[in-house]
């Protein structure tokens, strides 16, 4: 590439929220972007709450949608063919994709069809989840063809990169953990923003759980309001606090009425200030069908809390060594018991252990520029 231009990077990513998202801004933002920028690639064509905070740092959104076709089978071989002419017509030569599931080479080789020279594939998840027999089918058929499109392999843990990744890159090692970094600094501990947000939102005095994610199945908030409900049932003090949106909104704010829950409920929809919100709380619940590694688990022991995952959850997500795990198959007073021990609890800074473990932002940015500026010196 032009000596002294700035190396431009596709990335795959939807400008909505959510942590995959925040994790690639967050990168953005700690990158000398006179070096290194980010565009991005999303698949739906509507205003994103995310787009113009990446417009302000000089990004471009370039959009590759296909919701005008109905018939879902169909939607793999449009967009297939919508990403090549995106990325054909803004002469993209470096794709930074951020994966579900190996299904999703089928976009890749689209890119690479489009001219792109150079991929990053970044594995986020840990398992297929619900979606349905043809993904599973079509990710299984693909996995093994990976190495011939891809050039360099992320996992946000080591468990999200062996499921996505062929034995033969897992067993090379030929692949990388990135970590989800954040900024620590801005996320550590304040009791001053702790008691200043409890008032806000008139959470003084309470056992506040919280968590934060999309509203979605893979998330399980069904059964959170059922371990929070044996929670109340011991503690009229508990406050349930959740963060996200998402298609089940509606669905799960009809259950807590019906588990007679709803005044010790707070929806509280998408925040941008959630290093303010993890002070407000007492402990974070994450009950996930699956996860590569949650980068809310990361934010929430910065900022000094217990959290009490599930054990499909990857242990890796256990920096502070303060998580507990537990399986979804105990009941839900198994888990408000594990819930309730932490109340009262003395908080303490997560940050040492985090930044030592390398989960700084800034480490996390350099890794990443460092790569992409070797790239461009190799690349037409």
Not at 180 to 198: A, H, M, P, T
Not at 247 to 263: F, R, T
Request: with cysteine.
């Amino acid at each position: 590439m032009q000596e002294g231009k700035t190396v431009k990077v596709l990335v795959v990513a939807p400008l909505g929220i959510g942590g995959v998202t925040n994790m690639m801004i967050n990168i953005q933002k700690h990158l000398d972007r006179e070096k290194v920028n980010f565009d991005y690639l999303v698949f739906h064509d509507r205003k994103e709450p995310c787009e113009d905070e990446v417009a302000a740092m000089g990004s471009k959104k370039l959009v590759a949608s296909v919701d005008h076709v109905k018939f879902q089978p169909l939607r793999r071989l449009f967009r297939m063919n919508k990403i090549r002419k995106v990325c054909k017509q803004n002469k993209v030569k470096i794709l930074h994709y951020n994966a579900d599931s190996p299904a999703d080479l089928t976009n890749i080789i689209a890119a690479k069809l489009g001219g792109v020279k150079y991929i990053t594939i970044h594995s986020h998840n840990a398992d297929f989840g619900n979606v349905g027999k043809g993904v599973r089918i079509v990710g299984n058929i693909l996995r093994p063809l990976i190495p011939k499109f891809c050039d360099n392999y992320y996992g946000c843990s080591d468990l999200a990169a062996r499921f996505l990744f062929p034995k033969k890159i897992i067993e090379s090692g030929n692949y990388s953990v990135l970590p989800n970094g954040i900024d620590l600094q801005k996320y550590d501990f304040d009791r001053s923003i702790r008691e200043e947000v409890r008032k806000e939102l008139n959470l003084e005095n309470r056992f506040v759980i919280g968590h934060a994610g999309r509203f979605c199945e893979q998330k399980n908030h069904s059964y959170l309001l059922e371990i929070f409900q044996k929670v109340y049932e011991k503690d009229k003090s508990a406050t349930l606090l959740l963060f996200g949106v998402g298609e089940l909104v509606e669905p799960m704010k009809k259950k807590a009425a019906e588990l007679g829950i709803s005044d010790a409920v707070i929806f509280y929809g998408s925040s941008n200030q959630m290093e303010r919100m993890w002070q407000a709380m007492d402990v974070f619940v994450m009950p996930s069908l699956h996860e590569g590694l949650p980068v809310t688990g990361i934010e929430a022991q910065a900022s000094g809390l217990p959290c009490v995952f599930s054990d499909r959850i990857t242990k890796e997500v256990d920096v502070t060594e303060t998580s507990e795990f537990l399986s979804l198959e105990t009941p839900p007073t198994v888990w408000a018991d594990a819930i309730l021990q932490h109340k009262g609890k003395e908080r303490v800074s997560g940050v040492p252990a985090l930044a030592k473990a390398n989960y700084d932002i800034q480490k996390t940015a350099d890794t990443v520029s460092e790569l992409y500026l070797k790239v461009a010196e190799t690349i037409d």
